[in-house]
C-alpha cells in the first residue's frame, strides 16, 4: 500500500516538505562516501531556506502549546491511560523546551560560518562545487568518513528541534484521523467538507498493485481527487475505467 498525503493549510504543507528533507538528511548523514555528504549539506541548506518563514518557529510554539493544553485537558477522563498521556504531555514538553531555547530561525547559527556559506552560495550552480571552485570543501570531501560525519552531526544538531517538534506536530495529527475506505467509480471521487471542522491534512492509501496515482485537489470545502493512469510517454491520464477504492483520513 502507497500513503499520499496532501496538505490543507500552508503551515501544514511547509512541515510536510521539511519533515520530507529531514528524512532524506537522515539517510544521507549515514552514509560514508563523499557524494553522499555533498548531498547531505545541499539538504542542510534546503532546509534553511524552507525554514526561512519568520514566523515558523512562532507557528509550531503555538501549536506545541494548543496540543499541550488539549491533552491536559484529558486528566481524569476514564477512558484515557494516565501512563500514555503522561508520556504524550512530556515529549509536547520536551519539544517545547527545546524549540523556545533556539535563537532565532532555523539554522541562524549556520549562517554565521562562513565556510558554509561559501558552499551554500555556489551549490546551487551547476558544477559550481569543483575542487577549484571550492579547494577547501574538495579537501574537506578526502577526510574520513567519521570526521565528515562528525560534522554534518554538529551541524545537523542546530536543526534538530525543528525536526523533533514538526515530527511530533504531524504525528499527532495524523492519529487524530479516522480513516474510512471510500470508492471512486470511472476513478474519481468528491467529498464536501464540514465548514465546521477545521481539516489541516488530507491522507490516501491505496493498493500499489493498481498501478494508479491519485491527482488531489482541495480546500476548506471540497475534496475532488482524480485516479490517474500513467502512459507510456509518461503522461498521466483519468482512469475512467477504473471502479477502485482506497483509504481516505481527514486529519484535523
Not at 539517510?27 to 549539506?41: F, K, N, S, T, Y
Not at 519568520?54 to 507557528?59: G, V
Request: hydrophobic content about 45%; proline content about 4%; aromatic content about 8%.
Amino acid at each position: 500500500m502507497i500513503i499520499y498525503e496532501y496538505p490543507l493549510s500552508e503551515s501544514i504543507r511547509t512541515m510536510l516538505r521539511l519533515e520530507h528533507l529531514f528524512q532524506r538528511l537522515t539517510v544521507l548523514m549515514w552514509r560514508e562516501d563523499p557524494v553522499d555528504h555533498h548531498h547531505a549539506l545541499a539538504t542542510v541548506f534546503e532546509v534553511m531556506d524552507v525554514a526561512s518563514r519568520a514566523d515558523l518557529k512562532t507557528d509550531l510554539l503555538r501549536d506545541l502549546d494548543r496540543y499541550k493544553n488539549q491533552f491536559m485537558s484529558y486528566r481524569g477522563n476514564p477512558a484515557i491511560q494516565e501512563a500514555v498521556l503522561d508520556e504524550v504531555l512530556g515529549r509536547l514538553e520536551q519539544a517545547y523546551s527545546s524549540l523556545q531555547s533556539l535563537a532565532g530561525k532555523a539554522g541562524q547559527s549556520l549562517q554565521a560560518n562562513d565556510w558554509l556559506m561559501s558552499i551554500r552560495s555556489r551549490i546551487s550552480i551547476p558544477g559550481g562545487t569543483c575542487e577549484f571552485d571550492l579547494p577547501a570543501y574538495f579537501a574537506w570531501q578526502h577526510l574520513p568518513a567519521a570526521q565528515r560525519q562528525a560534522d554534518l552531526h554538529g551541524w545537523v544538531g542546530t536543526l534538530a528541534p525543528f525536526a523533533q517538534a514538526i515530527q511530533l506536530m504531524l504525528g499527532l495529527l495524523r492519529d487524530a484521523g479516522h480513516p474510512h475506505m471510500v470508492a471512486a467509480p470511472c476513478g474519481q471521487y468528491q467529498q464536501s467538507l464540514k465548514e465546521s471542522r477545521n481539516y489541516q491534512l488530507l491522507r490516501l492509501r491505496i493498493d500499489e498493485t493498481l498501478g494508479l496515482i491519485p491527482e488531489v485537489s482541495a480546500n476548506r470545502l471540497m475534496v475532488s481527487i482524480r485516479l490517474m493512469r500513467a502512459e507510456t510517454d509518461g503522461k498521466l491520464k483519468l482512469a475512467a475505467d477504473s471502479d477502485a477504492g482506497f483509504e481516505l483520513t481527514l486529519c484535523a
